[in-house]
C-alpha cells in the first residue's frame, strides 16, 4: 500500500509539473538514459493481436532520448513551436495505476490516462491510453523516483490532433 501511494502521488505530481507548463522541472524527472516512445498501432485481427502495437525498432509517433525530450523542452518554453504558441490548456487524468516493484528496486508502472487539450478558442483533442512506465528510485531532491523508460500507447489506431505537440 505505501509503494502504490508513492507512486501514485509522484505520477500526479508530474502531471501537474505539465499541466502548468512547469518544463524545465519536468524534464528534470528524467535520467541520461531515458526512453520516450510513443509506438504506433495497428488494427489486428485477433490472431495477429500481439502485433497490433510497433516494437522499438518499428515506426512510431517518438523514439525520444533524453536530449531529444530537452530539444522538445526548449522549442516549447522558446516560443517558436508555432503548435504550442500560444500554449494549449491540458488537462491529465491518470487512473488504474498498478505498481510492480523489481529485484533490483526499480518500479514498473502501468496506468490509464485521459489527456484533454483545447488549443486557441475552439480546437479541443484528447489522447486516451496506457502508459508503461520504468521509474527508479532516487535520493536526494523532491521526488522520489526518475522516469527511466516511459512507452505510450494509444487506445487510438488513427490520431486525429493536427500534433502530438504535447508531452503525455
Avoid at 515506426?59 to 500560444?86: H, K, N
Wanted: glycine content about 4%.
Amino acid at each position: 500500500m505505501e509503494l502504490q501511494h508513492r507512486v501514485e502521488q509522484f505520477l500526479y505530481a508530474e502531471a501537474e509539473l505539465l499541466d502548468n507548463h512547469l518544463y524545465d522541472e519536468w524534464i528534470a524527472l528524467f535520467p541520461e538514459d531515458a526512453l520516450y516512445w510513443i509506438p504506433s498501432r495497428q488494427t489486428r485481427p485477433i490472431r495477429e493481436r500481439d502485433l497490433e502495437v510497433s516494437r522499438l525498432d518499428e515506426t512510431g509517433f517518438a523514439d525520444d532520448t533524453i536530449g531529444m525530450l530537452r530539444g522538445r523542452v526548449r522549442r516549447i518554453t522558446s516560443g517558436i513551436q508555432w503548435s504550442e504558441e500560444p500554449p494549449s490548456r491540458t488537462r491529465r487524468l491518470l487512473t488504474n495505476i498498478r505498481v510492480d516493484e523489481q529485484p533490483d528496486a526499480t518500479v514498473l508502472a502501468r496506468t490509464n490516462f485521459f489527456v484533454y487539450r483545447s488549443r486557441l478558442e475552439r480546437h479541443q483533442d484528447w489522447f486516451v491510453g496506457e502508459r508503461f512506465d520504468t521509474l527508479r528510485p532516487v535520493t536526494g531532491g523532491g521526488f522520489p523516483y526518475c522516469i527511466a523508460e516511459r512507452k505510450i500507447v494509444f487506445d487510438q489506431t488513427t490520431v486525429l490532433a493536427p500534433s502530438i505537440s504535447i508531452f503525455l
